[in-house]
């Protein structure tokens, strides 16, 4: 029997750990595309211009929809999400453009970690 991408979505969270797979995915998915179009606008040119521009669509098409054809609620993930989310953007930040978070940026992630943590633990 064929799986179509949202039934296999499905059963991949209907567990905790294929969940946070999922999230992990699409929060990649989202900051690789969002730095895509950071190298579009302001690093490349010509033709490289317009490879950053697919690959940023194609990226973030990806996310919205690994985190839109799965039957869950959403928002009641969403402080892992952007957990998730912050922590990969800082990692593409580095890889792809060497930068380095500041004080400003650890101390803020700190709070946008311990807010997830508390939207995740004192959910009803």
Not at 58 to 80: D, H, I
Not at 99 to 118: F, H, K, M, Y
Request: charged content about 10%; proline content about 2%.
């Amino acid at each position: 029997m064929a799986f179509s991408m949202r039934q296999l979505l499905d059963q991949i969270v209907a567990h905790r750990s294929g969940a946070l797979l999922v999230l992990l995915l699409a929060a990649f998915f989202e900051a690789y595309g969002d730095s895509n179009f950071q190298t579009a606008l302001y690093r490349s040119s010509g033709i490289g211009r317009v490879m950053a521009v697919v690959v940023g669509a194609v990226s973030l098409m990806a996310y919205g929809l690994v985190v839109n054809a799965p039957r869950w609620e959403f928002g009641r993930l969403l402080g892992v999400y952007v957990v998730l989310f912050f922590l990969l953007a800082q990692v593409v930040a580095r890889v792809r453009f060497g930068q380095t978070p500041s004080l400003a940026v650890v101390v803020g992630g700190g709070l946008i970690v311990a807010g997830g943590v508390i939207i995740t633990v004192c959910r009803k």
